[in-house]
């Protein structure tokens, strides 16, 4: 592992209504106009940069929907400078703020969260915000909200599936609704002619060594994601 450019780079990015891997409207669920600005959390711990980029990406899908606001934070940091730059993590985005408190979660309509897989499961930053939500789940303030889950992996088997999984437990304890993808986002999750991160339970990228950057066929199921989160979340609060 090491540094990663996590994103695609501009030139090499390309419009997701021409390929193959574009949304379609029968696969997310209808939208009516609702009054109310509803926002979904996209709460997200990112090492080298892999799951910061699908989270800007599922923040895009979600703003397709109308009256819904795609809200991104990081979980905070629990390691030192010294050991950040040992580990030559990339430098953080600014313009996304750290969840100052774990009390700001109950603002949110629903959650996609997101992290690294750490020998098969979440990395401990992320841990550590659940682990902070006691009084939350004491006063079962995020009961019946829904939430997915999308991941990095370093390598393929290297725990995409294991990491949303084991995740669960998370949300099972505070009462709220796994929301997976399924195969809902139809032929593009069947390529088998390139590598391809993400599963039913969400989307994912391969960061390899750390070089690798997101492809768009990942990055589209991202987006694909956010929106498909942004309809259940209007259904589940606007019927
Ligand atoms: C301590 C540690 C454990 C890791 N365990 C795994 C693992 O079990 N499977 C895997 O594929 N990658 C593993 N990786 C690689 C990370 O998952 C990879 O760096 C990460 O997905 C990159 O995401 P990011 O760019 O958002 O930080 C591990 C990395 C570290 C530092």
Not at 26 to 32: C, D, E, G, H, L
Not at 80 to 102: F, G, H, R, Y
Request: proline letters at 4%.
């Amino acid at each position: 592992m090491g540094k990663g450019g996590g994103c695609v780079s501009s030139k090499n990015k390309t419009s997701n209504s021409s390929n193959k891997y574009a949304n379609t409207a029968k696969n997310s669920a209808n939208v009516t106009s609702p009054t109310k600005n509803l926002k979904i959390f996209i709460v997200f711990y990112s090492m080298y940069g892999h799951v910061e980029c699908l989270a800007k990406r599922i923040k895009k899908g979600i703003e397709t929907v109308d009256g819904v606001e795609g809200v991104l934070y990081r979980a905070p940091e629990t390691l030192s400078e010294d050991v950040l730059v040992k580990m030559q993590a990339a430098p953080k985005d600014d313009s996304i703020p750290e969840i100052s408190s774990p009390s700001d979660l109950a603002d949110a309509d629903g959650f996609l969260f997101g992290f690294p897989t750490r020998f098969g499961c979440m990395a401990a930053q992320m841990k550590a915000l659940f682990d902070s939500t006691g009084l939350l789940w004491k006063e079962q303030k995020l009961v019946g909200k829904p939430a997915g889950f999308f991941v990095s992996t370093g390598s393929q088997g290297g725990g995409q599936e294991t990491t949303a999984w084991a995740a669960i437990t998370q949300l099972a304890h505070h009462g709220m609704l796994f929301v997976p993808i399924g195969y809902t986002f139809g032929a593009g999750m069947f390529e088998m002619d390139s590598i391809l991160g993400g599963s039913p339970y969400g989307a994912g990228v391969f960061a390899g060594d750390g070089s690798r950057e997101a492809t768009e066929a990942e990055l589209a199921l991202a987006e694909y994601q956010g929106k498909y989160m942004a309809g259940i979340v209007t259904k589940l609060v606007h019927g």
